[in-house]
Each structure stands twice: as C-alpha cells, then as structure tokens.
C-alpha cells in the first residue's frame, strides 16, 4: 500500500468502503463544533479478512508519521489487532481482554489502542431499550455475527451492575467457527450464570432455524456486515421475528435487507426497530475525542447529533 505523508493533523478510517460513509460528509462540520482546527480525515480501504503484513502496513505508517493522529477501524477490529499488536505501546483493559481495536491515537509518544465498542454500543443500546426491559420481560439476546460489535454488546449487556437486568439467554450465530469459539470464551467469562449458545450458521436458512424459538420480547441483532459492504441479510425472507422484540440493524448504510425484512414484518409482530445510526455517531464521536485528547460532552455530542440528523434526513 502507497501512503502520503500528512500535512496536517489527520484521521484516518480504515475499513472497506469508506468513501460510502457519512463521516467523510459529517466530519468537517463535527471539526467545526469541536474546534479542532484545520484537520482532516482520510479513508483506507481494505478488503475483509487481508493479510497481517496489510494491516502492519497501516499501522506502521500512522505510527512513523507525525501529523497521522490516529484512526477509527471498522470490519478489521480483531484482525488488525492480532496481527499488529505487537507494535502499539498501550491498549486499554476491553482491547486486551476482547483481542480487538476500533481506535488508534498517540499520546506522549506511545501508540495506544482501545476498543471503544463496549462503551458506544452501551450509548446507543440505551436509547432504545426500556428501562428495566430484560428483568420486565425475560427476554433473550440473539446476535448473527461474531465480530468486534457483536463482542462489545455482549460485554455490555452482561456487566455486574446491571444485576437482574440482563437477557435470559445469550443466543450467537457466525458463519466461521473460530470466531464463534473466541466469543462463547468471552461470554462465558464474563457471565458463566447466564445460560449461552452459539451456532455454526454458514447460510441465512440456519440463522431463520436458530431464531424461530426465541421469546418474544428479545433483541435481535445483525452484526453480521450483511447489508453494508456486502449486499443482503443473515436472514432469508420468510423469517418469522419473535413477538414484541427489539430489531438492531447495526448497520445504517447500504442495501440494509434485514431492516427492511424488519419494517414488513413490524406491524404483524409489534417489532421497534432500530438502525444504526445512532451507534454510528457514538462510535466516531468517541473514537474522534481520543485521536484529539478532547473532552465529548453531551451538549457537544447533542449538537453533533442534531446537525448530523438534519444532514441525513
């Protein structure tokens, strides 16, 4: 890969098509809000699952450069981080424990990664599930994917201090078995109480099997990618939700097949369905305040949102 040394401060966004992002539209004016001055955000694609010594590459670029501030990675948290961890200085406690990274930044000369997931899918879930909702409601967790995202939720769902407040179940499906055995290590971890399952589901017919038996009033979650930089859904076409459940498309860009798989079937079940938008922002306004060593309040995030909001619709 052919890198230009920055000349002035820049961010960059590693994923796979990030000239499809909002943030390359969003980002100036968020810059503006935050006063952040004359900086830059810039956008390295890399196809899914490349080899170590891309990631390396990357990695070794934003260290070496000055003005290269940091990053946000989105697709490759667990890949980069397995394959170039070995060159960052620090990483926080959920980066090392988790084995992934959505932020790259400097500090005092040290490379640092974080893996800022658990916190903004935290923000994002509590504005849209009810209070109190798993012990109301007994509800069970169903995640189709096995990645960074679907980690992070997990994590966040089934802290302590939620008490009785969590799923009944935790139910996951991944189309590859590694990943599959690397999160029911972390869940079982994190909650070994909690009653887990995790399934081999490589087509959308075994994802729309492991959910026909799931209650009603629970979350289901695509984490898969499906919709977003790959076309379609994890779910075929005659998926039957369960009743009264919440729907996370944690996608917001994209073909988005399974939020729309959702809104037909929304008024038959009695589905809230939610995309992700929300989850969008929190993560790149968390990411964006590490890279610059800034504070996000929430009067700043709320102007962030409101301005983002109008652009978008």
């Not at 994923?15 to 952040?36: Q, R, Y």
């Amino acid at each position: 890969m052919k890198f230009e040394k920055a000349t002035k401060p820049t961010m960059y966004f590693i994923g796979v098509t990030t000239g499809k992002s909002s943030i390359m539209t969003l980002f100036p004016k968020w810059a503006d809000i935050l006063d952040l001055g004359d900086v830059v955000i810039k956008g390295i694609d890399i196809e899914i699952h490349a080899a170590a010594e891309t990631y390396r590459e990357v990695v070794e670029f934003i260290k070496g450069d000055e003005l290269s501030l940091g990053a946000l990675v989105t697709t490759h948290k667990i890949d980069l981080y397995h394959a170039a961890k070995d060159l960052f200085d620090e990483f926080d406690p959920f980066a090392r424990s988790f084995g992934e990274l959505s932020s790259i930044s400097k500090r005092d000369g040290k490379l640092i990664g974080h893996a800022k997931d658990p916190i903004t899918s935290g923000l994002a879930m509590e504005a849209f599930i009810p209070a109190n909702y798993w012990s109301d409601h007994k509800g069970d967790l169903f995640i189709m994917g096995a990645g960074g995202s679907a980690i992070a939720i997990c994590s966040y769902l089934l802290q302590e201090k939620h008490g009785h407040n969590i799923p009944s179940r935790i139910i996951v499906t991944n189309r590859s078995q590694p990943r599959l055995d690397e999160i029911e290590r972390i869940v079982k971890e994190l909650r070994p109480d909690v009653e887990s399952q995790f399934y081999l589901c490589p087509n959308s017919g075994d994802n729309n099997e492991v959910l026909s038996p799931i209650s009603p009033h629970s979350l289901i979650v695509n984490a898969t990618g499906l919709g977003k930089d790959r076309p379609g859904s994890p779910l075929s076409d005659n998926v039957d939700f369960p009743l009264q459940s919440l729907i996370w498309e944690l996608n917001y860009r994209g073909d988005l097949t399974m939020l729309k798989q959702a809104f037909q079937a929304q008024e038959k079940c009695e589905l809230t369905v939610e995309d992700g938008w929300v989850y969008f922002l929190h993560g790149w306004t968390q990411v964006i305040a590490e890279v610059f060593n800034i504070e996000m309040t929430d009067e700043k995030f709320d102007e962030i949102e409101k301005i983002s909001n109008s652009i978008r619709s």
